[in-house]
Antibody, heavy 120, light 113 residues
Framework: EVQLVESGGGLVQPGRSLRLSCAAS????????MHWVRQAPGKGLEWVSG????????GYADSVKGRFTISRDNAKNSLYLQMNSLRAEDTALYYC?????????????WGQGTLVTVSS | QSVLTQPPSVSGAPGQRVTISCTGS?????????VHWYQQLPGTAPKLLIY???NRPSGVPDRFSGSKSGTSASLAITGLQAEDEADYYC?????????????FGGGTKLTVL
C-alpha cells in the first residue's frame, strides 16, 4: 500500500525558514517523480514544485521560485521542501504527491498534508 | 487567477447528469498535454478521479467520465449521488517561455440538491 506521510509543518514567523519532509513507503521510491502541492485555507490547489526520479528535472511555481528548494533522498525514500523567506501567503496545507511515472504524469497518490502557518 | 478555468460551482439533483468544464490555452491543454481530474471530499486529501483525459483508476465508478477537445476538457458525472458532493479540480501541464509547470484549475464545488 502506498503511503506518504508529511511532517515538519508548524507556526513560523515571516522571513524565517522551515523544512518539510515526506516519508514514502509501499512503492519503489526512486522509480517515480514527486511533487509538493499546497492548499491555502478555503482555497484551491496550487502546485508548488516537482522533481524527477533522479533529481535531473526540477520545477517550481513562480510564487516560490528562488525561495523554496525541492530535493529527494532515494536511499531514505524521502522527499523534502526547504522553504526560506516565508511569507504570510505561504500559509497552507502542504501535500506530498506521487506521480504515476514521470514529472508530466498525473498525481496518483497524495499524503494527508502538513500545515504551515506563517504569522508573527 | 488559475491557468485553467473552471466554473466555481455546479449543482444537480440525485440521479441527474452534471458536467464540469476546464478551459486552458495553447500552452497547456491545446499543446497536447493530458488533463487529469481530482475529487476532494470535505476535510480530506485530493484523490485521482480521471487520468490521461478519459481513463479511470481502479475503483472509480464508471459514472465518472472525462473528455478533451482542443483547449478544453470536461468531467461528466451521471447518476448523481449525495456522496459525489465535493470539490473537483482539473490539472494539466503548461510549457511556455517562462518555463514548464504543473497547473491546476481553480476548482468546482459540486452540490447535490
Amino acid at each position: 500500500e502506498v503511503q506518504l506521510v508529511e511532517s515538519g509543518g508548524g507556526l513560523v514567523q515571516p522571513g524565517r525558514s522551515l523544512r518539510l519532509s515526506c516519508a514514502a513507503s509501499g512503492f519503489t521510491f526512486d522509480d517515480y517523480a514527486m511533487h509538493w502541492v499546497r492548499q491555502a485555507p478555503g482555497k484551491g490547489l496550487e502546485w508548488v514544485s516537482g522533481i524527477s526520479w533522479n533529481s535531473g528535472s526540477i520545477g517550481y511555481a513562480d510564487s516560490v521560485k528562488g525561495r523554496f528548494t525541492i530535493s529527494r533522498d532515494n536511499a531514505k525514500n524521502s522527499l523534502y521542501l526547504q522553504m526560506n523567506s516565508l511569507r504570510a501567503e505561504d500559509t497552507a496545507l502542504y501535500y506530498c504527491a506521487k506521480a504515476s511515472y514521470d514529472i508530466l504524469t498525473e498525481l496518483g497518490y497524495w499524503g494527508q498534508g502538513t500545515l504551515v502557518t506563517v504569522s508573527s | 487567477q488559475s491557468v485553467l478555468t473552471q466554473p466555481p460551482s455546479v449543482s444537480g439533483a440525485p440521479g441527474q447528469r452534471v458536467t464540469i468544464s476546464c478551459t486552458g490555452s495553447s500552452s497547456n491543454i491545446g499543446a497536447g498535454y493530458d488533463v487529469h481530474w481530482y475529487q476532494q471530499l470535505p476535510g480530506t486529501a485530493p484523490k485521482l478521479l480521471i487520468y490521461g483525459n478519459s481513463n479511470r483508476p481502479s475503483g472509480v465508478p464508471d459514472r465518472f467520465s472525462g473528455s478533451k477537445s482542443g483547449t478544453s476538457a470536461s468531467l461528466a458525472i451521471t447518476g448523481l449521488q449525495a456522496e459525489d458532493e465535493a470539490d473537483y479540480y482539473c490539472q494539466s501541464y503548461d510549457s511556455s517561455l517562462s518555463g514548464s509547470k504543473v497547473v491546476f484549475g481553480g476548482g468546482t464545488k459540486l452540490t447535490v440538491l
